[in-house]
Nanobody, 123 residues
């Protein structure tokens, strides 16, 4: 089992940047691939990015490609989501999650979740 805690959210103007962190405890962090999802008010939770256990493979949803970068530091038991060129439509609660198996963009294929961190982008 692994516990995940997100941090780094906040209010930023359009065009700005934020870096989200996902601190893991419990089972060895490097045992899990991980992903980031987000959920805006009134919308379903959507996939943002995925990173493999070693960090050698990353996948992004089209809307964030070229703007967001997912990374991890297994020695620090921490994952990251660097978000640049933020847009108002990026406003959402962002969650990190530990991947189980199957399609990486399907939330039900992740078995451990953090509590989320709010990101608000003003225009």
């Amino acid at each position: 089992q692994v516990q995940l805690v997100e941090s780094g959210g906040g209010l930023v103007q359009a065009g700005g940047s934020l870096r989200l962190s996902c601190a893991a405890s419990g089972r060895v962090f490097g045992s899990y691939a991980m992903g980031w999802f987000r959920q805006a008010p009134g919308k379903e939770r959507e996939f943002v990015a995925y990173i493999s256990r070693s960090g050698g493979n990353t996948i992004y949803t089209d809307s964030v490609k070229g703007r967001f970068t997912i990374s991890r530091d297994n020695a620090k038991n921490t994952g990251y989501l660097q978000m640049n060129s933020l847009k108002p439509e990026d406003t959402a609660v962002y969650y990190c999650a530990a991947f189980n198996s199957g399609s990486v963009s399907t939330s039900t294929n992740y078995n451990y979740w953090g509590q989320g961190t709010q990101v608000t982008v003003s225009s």
